[in-house]
């Protein structure tokens, strides 16, 4: 199972990047606010990196350093996690008006558990703590049904009909729970 992970993360990585980068791209307008422009280039930036280290561990698999590998593996979360924690502080500045309590409840929520993965990950991966692990797979779990929210939730806490629901945006987070848990995975010491 774990070298069929890891054949299949970088194409993953690839298909998660150039999905990204077609949601974002179409994000990206000249008129439109700067918060909204920054979103797009944010999110056509990170997906090109995604595509990028995707190609890369395709290219080179296994002679990458473990260091490198631990390097991308914190950038692939973090990058992730704080487009989204950007992105709910977007949600808030535009919707603080009209939110309701559900609204506020999921978007604070989301802040939380954006900055816990982003600091749990990075624990993790640059101490080799049991510990450590265990937090950053509890907080990617929350993280993962953060995302379901965001997907079933309306940004002012309205929930959003079945049919209403963004397929693009099923998919893409998704992809990156399947990233996010091959990165965040709990070692048992023997």
Do not use: C, H
């Not at 979360?77 to 535009?94: H, K, M, P, R, S």
């Not at 002012?156 to 091959?182: E, K, R």
């Amino acid at each position: 199972m774990k070298k069929l992970l890891e054949f299949v993360k970088p194409l993953l990585l690839v298909i998660f990047g150039s999905l990204m980068f077609l949601m974002y791209l179409d994000v990206i307008d000249p008129n439109a606010e700067a918060k909204v422009l920054m979103t797009g280039i944010f999110g056509v930036v990170f997906a090109l990196y995604y595509i990028s280290v995707g190609i890369l561990n395709m290219t080179f698999g296994n002679k990458l350093d473990k260091n490198a590998k631990n390097v991308f593996d914190m950038l692939n979360v973090g990058l992730f996690a704080f487009l989204f924690l950007y992105e709910t502080i977007v949600n808030i500045t535009d919707y603080v008006d009209g939110m309701s309590g559900s609204g506020w409840i999921i978007n604070i929520a989301s802040i939380l558990a954006s900055a816990a993965l982003i600091v749990f990950v990075v624990l993790a991966k640059t101490s080799k703590k049991e510990t450590l692990d265990r937090l950053a797979l509890l907080f990617a779990v929350i993280f993962a049904v953060m995302m379901v929210l965001r997907i079933t939730f309306t940004p002012a806490g309205g929930s959003v009909p079945l049919f209403g629901i963004v397929l693009n945006q099923v998919v893409l987070y998704a992809l990156f729970a399947i990233v996010m848990f091959g990165v965040v995975k709990v070692e048992e010491a023997e």
